[in-house]
Every structure is written in structure tokens, then in C-alpha cells.
């Protein structure tokens, strides 16, 4: 299992020269297994993948998190939607209110975008996931819903020996008060147990966050406690602020060198870095 990160920035793009080292497409993910390549999330990120997608077969499968713009403004631009040869499937979560298909059909149609949903020409196979488990190729996948505004899942992925866990969008309880309440009622915490790269929401600064609470993502001091609580191997700062430079990102990171652990390692995610798992 080959995990390539893709998208590493939250909320808006942010590609210019003070961003470029950590990167500024949105959230992406690529995971390819033998044959077989899926997608966590379709941001801006998603178009570095067109290039490869004839190496696979004609299936596709895209994982989304959930449906705001930043982690599906890509969706429309992937290659693959548009030909006819090629089955795609979808996954998202589920809503009490309106289908996955009616909310992708609400972003996809004008006047947001000038091509209908229904109107791409692949075979779309959509499915509506909330504490949910299934397998992709020889891949285990769990989803469940976590701390988010708006319906939004987390996933592990396993391989039978090896974790990956990917929480982009994520605020493990409203405050810093929450680690009191014990592992159970921190929401992800079952997701990112004991993974071996996690892949976790970072984009405020302990400065920031205070005037952020319930906005639905982390600290990075809240990320690495977060990795840590859970015993995860390595853990990978994700959705980067776009506001933040990357000399910026660099000096936040290091002011938080006393937070990390032996057991832990941490490292800001890069756009474009591989990580392989066995």
C-alpha cells in the first residue's frame, strides 16, 4: 500500500512562492494497492493524479470526507468522470436530510459549475457511509463520523499489517478541556488507534484556536496530544492554513518540539511526499 499525498492545504488553495515547499491544493490523497488507486478527498489535489490514472483499471474509487468546497473543488476536474470506459464509485457520508447524490448535484450544476452531475458520462456508483465497514481491493476500510460541522467521516485503512488514518477535518471536542473525559468520548479516537501514519487536522496555532472553537479542526498542539492518546506511530500535520507560509509552518512546528515524544513522530505534511506501507 503506497500512500501520496497530494493536497495538503485547508479551507482555500494557496499555491504561490511562499507556500510552495509544503504545498497549496487542497486536501488529496492518493492510496494505490497492486491494481488497484482511490482517492481520500478531491480537492484542487486530485489533478496531479490524471497523468497515471491510465496505469490502473477502469475502476475508481473516491473517498470523500465530506462535502465542503475544499475537499470536492476538484471532483469536477477529474479526468476519469469523463470517460465512458470507466466505473466510478463515490463514497461520502450520510445525511439525515438530503442524499449524497442531491448535495453533489447542488456543487456540480450551473451556476457553481457548467456541467450537470447526471450529465458525465462514466458509470457512477455512488454510496452513502456513516459507521460503516468495506473492502477496496485487498484494502479494509472503517469509516465512522467525527467531530465536524456538517455530516463528516474519518477513515482507517488497513492492509492486514499496516494503519493508515486519515482525520483532515477534525476538532477532538469543543475546547482543551475534553481529555479528562477519557479515550472513549474523544471523537476519531477509534480510527487512529495505534495507526501507523496518521494523517490529522493542524491548522491553528494554540494563539489561534481559542476564537476557532467548534469550527471543526485542531491545534497542532491539540494534533500531537491527539496522535499521542491514540499511540500512533507517526504522525503527518495536515490541512495547512492557508494564511500560513511555509517559513511560517516551519516556525510554528518547532515551537512545538517539547510536545512530541519518543514514540511519536512528527512531521509537517509535505504535497507530493510517498509513504510506503507494508
Known amino acids: 500500500m503506497k500512500v501520496r499525498i497530494l493536497g495538503t492545504r485547508g479551507s482555500l488553495p494557496s499555491t504561490n512562492p511562499q507556500t510552495h515547499r509544503y504545498g497549496g491544493n487542497t486536501a488529496c490523497i492518493e492510496v494505490t494497492n497492486d ?3 482511490f482517492i481520500l478527498d478531491a480537492g484542487t489535489g486530485v489533478l496531479k493524479i490524471e497523468d497515471e490514472t491510465t496505469t490502473f483499471q477502469n475502476r475508481y474509487d473516491i473517498l470523500l470526507t465530506h462535502l465542503h468546497i475544499d475537499h470536492i473543488q476538484g471532483l469536477g476536474f477529474f479526468k476519469p468522470l469523463f470517460n465512458p470506459k470507466n466505473e466510478v464509485h463515490i463514497w461520502g457520508p450520510a445525511s439525515s436530510s438530503r442524499s449524497l447524490q442531491n448535495r453533489l448535484n447542488r456543487y456540480l450544476s450551473p451556476p457553481l459549475f457548467p456541467v450537470h452531475f447526471r450529465e458525465l458520462p462514466c458509470e457512477k456508483v455512488l454510496h452513502e ?150
Do not use: C
Open 129 to 278: 457511509i456513516s459507521r460503516s465497514s468495506f473492502s477496496i481491493a485487498n484494502l479494509q476500510v472503517e469509516a465512522e463520523y467525527i467531530n465536524h460541522p456538517g455530516p463528516t467521516v474519518g477513515y482507517r485503512i488497513t492492509n492486514g499489517e499496516s494503519v493508515f488514518t486519515y482525520l483532515p477535518d477534525h476538532e477532538p471536542f469543543l475546547g482543551n478541556r475534553g481529555w479528562n473525559l477519557g479515550k472513549r468520548w474523544i471523537s476519531g479516537m477509534g480510527l487512529a488507534y495505534k495507526a501507523d501514519i496518521l494523517i490529522h487536522d493542524s491548522q491553528y496555532t494554540s494563539t489561534e484556536y481559542p476564537t476557532k472553537i467548534g469550527w471543526g479542526h485542531s491545534s497542532i498542539e491539540q494534533a500531537i496530544r491527539f496522535a499521542s492518546e491514540a499511540e500512533a506511530k507517526k504522525l503527518l500535520l495536515f490541512h495547512h492554513d492557508p494564511n500560513h507560509t511555509d517559513e511560517q509552518l516551519e516556525y510554528i512546528y518547532q515551537s512545538y518540539a517539547g510536545f512530541k515524544s519518543d514514540e511519536l513522530e512528527v512531521e509537517l505534511a509535505i504535497e507530493g511526499s510517498v509513504f510506503n506501507l507494508r
Open 35 to 37: 491494481d488497484q488507486l
